[in-house]
């Protein structure tokens, strides 16, 4: 009897939850988060569309109005179906379809924010027999450090991400008898070479200054810069400076051994490794505007070689992996390379899950009532 009762107040306190208005309303401003967010994206992007309508819990109208992001919405709207579930809906056998399209919707909504939060994009470049396993992050940056041994072989490789809230934080490479605090990070900036400073470790490019710059449109297009203290143990900490857009790593002493480090794009490991045999380009007649292009790859993983051919439209689906010919490049020689739109998504059957659910359930829900309806007739006719 007690449990009964407190399941009746705990169903009670769920009524507002449930209300229709409450569904209306969040309908309708996903309706407009979604017209606003596509004008937006014309004139600011489409990172700065999804961080500020689609991926925001809210936002600043004329940076005082609060208005709630999709996130926000997404959210109240799930708990209002599940509110309505537990009360609106009729657990009966006839209502099995209704039940089933609601569970299904409550799958699309909670599948979203599973792509959301564990999803990753990166991209992949690739030139004509390039092997590759790992792929490039496009906004997000770490510092990797290596021990060079005799032969030039690159070993006990080490990385740590690094963004703007690890300023004044120790950054761990003991493994390799050092560590680093990051003093200064610029998400852009512009590197400046001259002089060097005899106090700071040379930089690989002669970069000795950076200046702050503001952030693009899409933060893949910045070049963070970054102010290291370094921590060998029996020397003076001194500085050193990296930059995102130089191609050689600084080097330093530690224990007798050489030690490279350098700021770069984050890494995602492949399950897999991938290899570019051949990319094909073909143009309108009479330009040099690209009409098509494609990629002929050799994959290799789980013991199995396949060769793969992704264009326009027709990705590499590999696990949780999806691989998208994005952009190819050509250099002054006519040596064309390519460019991938890697995709990792860990929910990627909740979509189809949920669509099947939804359309089960609104075929059950129909035959339900059609066979209803001609019983009634023949009823009716008797």
Request: aromatic share 12%; charged share 20%.
């Amino acid at each position: 009897m007690a449990t009964r009762t407190l399941k009746s107040r705990f169903l009670i306190r769920l009524i507002p939850l449930a209300s229709l208005k409450i569904a209306v309303i969040c309908l309708a401003l996903l309706l407009i988060l979604t017209g606003w967010g596509t004008v937006y994206q014309a004139t600011y992007g489409l990172y700065a569309a999804q961080n500020r309508f689609f991926y925001s819990w809210y936002f600043w109208i004329l940076g005082f109005i609060p208005f709630p992001g999709a996130q926000l919405v997404l959210c109240v709207f799930f708990v209002n179906l599940a509110a309505s579930m537990a009360l609106r809906v009729s657990y009966q056998l006839r209502n099995i379809g209704n039940v089933l399209s609601h569970a299904g919707l409550l799958v699309l909504l909670g599948g979203s924010f599973v792509v959301h939060q564990y999803g990753v994009e990166s991209y992949l470049p690739l030139q004509k027999n390039e092997i590759a396993n790992v792929s490039l992050d496009r906004r997000h940056w770490e510092l990797a450090a290596w021990v060079d041994v005799q032969d030039g072989i690159e070993k006990r490789i080490s990385s740590t991400a690094i963004s703007p809230d690890k300023r004044g934080k120790d950054l761990d490479f003991s493994e390799m008898g050092f560590s680093v605090v990051v003093e200064k990070y610029y998400r852009n900036s512009h590197a400046e070479r001259g002089d060097p400073d005899p106090s700071r470790f040379s930089n690989a490019e002669g970069i000795t200054t950076l200046t702050p710059l503001k952030t693009l449109q899409d933060p893949e297009d910045d070049f963070p810069g970054v102010i290291l203290r370094l921590k060998i143990p029996g020397q003076d900490m001194r500085e050193m400076v990296l930059f995102g857009g130089q191609d050689n790593p600084n080097t330093f002493w530690v224990q007798g051994k050489t030690v490279s480090i350098i700021l770069r794009k984050e890494r995602h490991p492949l399950p897999f490794s991938i290899r570019l045999l051949e990319m094909k380009k073909e143009d309108y007649p009479g330009t040099g505007v690209a009409r098509n292009y494609q990629s002929n790859v050799e994959v290799t993983g789980d013991g199995m070689t396949r060769n793969v051919l992704i264009y326009m439209n027709h990705p590499l689906h590999y696990k949780d992996f999806v691989f998208y010919q994005a952009s190819y490049s050509q250099d002054a020689e006519g040596n064309r390379s390519s460019v991938f739109a890697v995709v990792e998504n860990k929910g990627r059957l909740l979509p189809y899950i949920s669509s099947a659910m939804i359309f089960a359930g609104m075929l059950i829900h129909f035959l339900i009532m059609l066979f209803g309806h001609m019983n009634r007739a023949n009823r009716k006719a008797d």
